[in-house]
């Protein structure tokens, strides 16, 4: 039996989106060490984090839908680095993909648009934290031009057992 294709389209995420976003992010969250963070979130607890990705400026959210249904099938950020002045042309960027959207090419498609939206944006560098083992997003990150340049060891702690994060950079000028 052939495999249905699924017809994606990428755009700018916007507040409509914010359940559906935090539902997915929630599944990373509960089931995985991917983030590091603990506990859930609701719609409202996660505002704040969609807001500060407007449609312009270096600090964008690309999601990725199901062009006939219009279920969220992922969603690629890039968020500042570090707070500090100085940081302001570098940006961390991550890819949330759906758990039954992978291998399907999501991800690389959030990625391509997510970098062809900073292209004429003030910055220098891009930054991904993959928390080991990952080989999945360490090849879509070397795909798109990052290299590894380092491992903070046992840097995180969940599930009670601690977690490497490898990271990559990519130069964007």
């Given amino acids: ?45 996660r505002r704040p984090w969609l807001l500060s990705h407007p449609v312009d400026g270096p600090y964008r959210l690309m999601v990725a839908t199901d062009a006939h249904s219009q279920e969220i099938l992922g969603y690629a950020t890039s968020s500042p680095f570090r707070a500090k002045p100085a ?13 039954d ?21 003030d910055l220098h560098r891009a930054y991904a934290g993959i928390a080991q083992p990952n080989e999945a997003s360490a090849r879509l990150h070397e795909r798109f031009g990052f290299r590894y340049v380092g491992t903070y060891r046992e840097v995180g702690r969940k599930f009670g057992r601690y977690w490497d994060v490898a990271w990559y950079e990519k130069d964007l000028t």
Avoid: C
């Fill in 87 to 99: 940081y302001v042309t570098s940006v961390e960027t991550t890819v949330y993909v759906a758990p």
């Fill in 1 to 45: 039996m052939p495999t249905e294709r699924t017809e994606v389209q990428v755009r700018p995420g916007v507040e409509a989106d914010l359940e559906a976003l935090t539902a997915l992010y929630n599944h990373y969250v509960r089931e995985t060490a991917i983030t590091f963070d603990t506990a859930i979130f609701t719609p409202e607890e």
């Fill in 101 to 121: 959207a992978g291998r399907r090419g999501v991800g690389t498609l959030l990625y391509k648009a997510l970098f062809e939206a900073l292209s004429g944006e």
